[in-house]
């Protein structure tokens, strides 16, 4: 990894506020109008335990992939866990416009068409955020060369250089956590990302036209278990923009259905949680008092606990 001197700031936790309660079952008998915003976690789920790598996959644009990978890494690095996000989304306004990479001076720029193209390995694409404990690979444009060129073994890609990675550092992963955002397509880069990963975490924006693009990820993510990753899991999914309502109930339901193992997390509405991409900083900097600031620190401590909650 390439280093720099550029002082990093660290990620504190969050003031005590608002929490969710987490149940293993919902109470089918209450209307909606006095459901609160539970999180699910059926007898079927296990938490993770790093090292882990999480592929951020829905094809719906505006489901909340990006700011749900932004909001875990900062809540698993505030925990002290060495987080690496990896942007697999071309487009200009994804992760790597958030986390602004520190790329050293004089020093070629790698990205992740790079690691694609077998032009570096994956430790050579990663740089240092401003923040504590979060590196990423970057990405930008010229990302889509994949999807048209499609390079030889692309679809392993990432997973071979995770597996290359782990062995040149002696057998593990010198990161705890991985987190792959991807595109808002189920393109070969988000096929890739899905077979390098342990398990999917699917954000899902309360609204009828994600609800209608589920049936296409759920092949994908079923089709990618037959033929090259028997091993994802879907670990949890978010309902990103909750508000109450009978349609939000609704679909938390059609989610727990479909994927039994799952964690079943909302997350709240906060208007100045919009804001916080244009502030290049995560939320729980940005607005700590939000409540998808609280929302994603417990979703974080849910899907992988910190190292007090494993130990």
Same mark, same amino acid.
């Given at each position: 990894?390439? $280093?720099?001197?550029?002082?990093?700031?660290?990620? *504190? #936790?969050?003031?005590?506020?608002?929490? @969710? $309660?987490? %149940?293993?079952?919902?109470?089918?008998?209450?209307?909606?109008?006095?459901?609160?915003?539970? =999180?699910?976690?059926?007898?079927?789920?296990?938490?993770?335990? #790093?090292? /882990?790598?999480?592929?951020?996959?829905?094809?719906?644009?505006?489901? !909340?992939?990006?700011?749900?990978?932004?909001?875990?890494?900062?809540?698993?690095?505030?925990?002290?866990?060495?987080?690496?996000?990896?942007? +697999?989304? /071309?487009?200009?306004?994804?992760?790597?416009?958030?986390? @602004?990479?520190?790329? *050293?001076?004089?020093?070629?720029?790698?990205?992740?068409?790079?690691?694609?193209?077998?032009?570096?390995?994956?430790?050579?694409?990663?740089?240092?955020?401003?923040? &504590?404990?979060?590196?990423? %690979?970057?990405?930008?444009?010229?990302?889509?060369?994949? $999807?048209?060129?499609?390079? =030889? !073994?692309?679809?392993?890609?990432?997973?071979?250089?995770?597996?290359?990675?782990? &062995?040149?550092?002696?057998?593990?992963? #010198?990161?705890?956590?991985?987190?792959?955002?991807?595109?808002?397509?189920? !393109?070969?880069?988000?096929?890739?990302? @899905?077979?390098?990963?342990?398990?999917?975490?699917?954000?899902?924006?309360?609204?009828?036209?994600?609800?209608?693009?589920?049936?296409?990820?759920?092949?994908?993510?079923?089709?990618?278990?037959?033929?090259?990753? #028997?091993?994802?899991?879907?670990?949890?999914?978010?309902?990103?923009?909750?508000?109450?309502?009978?349609?939000?109930? &609704?679909?938390?339901?059609?989610?727990? +259905?479909?994927?039994?193992?799952?964690?079943?997390?909302?997350?709240?509405?906060?208007?100045?949680?919009?804001?916080?991409?244009?502030? &290049?900083?995560? =939320?729980?900097?940005?607005?700590?008092?939000?409540?998808?600031?609280?929302?994603?620190?417990?979703?974080?401590?849910? =899907?992988?606990? !910190?190292?007090?909650?494993?130990?």
């Amino acid at each position: 990894m390439a $280093e720099t001197e550029t002082p990093r700031t660290p990620l *504190p #936790p969050l003031p005590p506020g608002d929490r @969710l $309660e987490v %149940v293993t079952s919902w109470d089918a008998d209450v209307p909606y109008q006095a459901w609160r915003p539970q =999180i699910l976690t059926p007898a079927t789920f296990r938490p993770a335990a #790093p090292p /882990h790598v999480f592929a951020v996959a829905n094809q719906k644009g505006g489901a !909340g992939k990006t700011t749900t990978t932004v909001e875990l890494a900062a809540a698993w690095a505030a925990a002290g866990y060495r987080v690496r996000v990896i942007d +697999g989304d /071309h487009q200009e306004a994804a992760l790597s416009a958030w986390l @602004l990479p520190q790329y *050293p001076d004089g020093q070629e720029r790698r990205s992740l068409r790079s690691v694609f193209f077998d032009e570096c390995t994956l430790a050579e694409a990663s740089y240092p955020t401003r923040y &504590e404990r979060i590196d990423i %690979v970057p990405s930008g444009a010229d990302l889509q060369r994949v $999807e048209y060129e499609r390079p =030889i !073994g692309a679809e392993q890609a990432l997973a071979a250089a995770l597996a290359q990675e782990a &062995e040149e550092a002696g057998g593990r992963s #010198p990161y705890d956590v991985t987190l792959i955002d991807g595109a808002p397509s189920l !393109g070969l880069v988000t096929v890739a990302a @899905l077979t390098a990963a342990d398990e999917v975490l699917v954000p899902i924006k309360v609204g009828g036209l994600d609800m209608k693009g589920m049936a296409s990820l759920h092949r994908t993510i079923r089709s990618v278990q037959r033929k090259t990753n #028997p091993k994802l899991r879907v670990a949890a999914v978010l309902l990103t923009a909750w508000d109450k309502s009978g349609f939000a109930r &609704e679909l938390a339901e059609q989610v727990a +259905g479909d994927y039994p193992e799952a964690a079943v997390i909302p997350i709240r509405r906060g208007v100045r949680a919009s804001e916080a991409p244009l502030a &290049e900083q995560p =939320i729980r900097l940005y607005a700590p008092d939000a409540a998808p600031a609280a929302d994603y620190d417990q979703a974080a401590a849910v =899907i992988l606990p !910190g190292r007090e909650a494993a130990a």
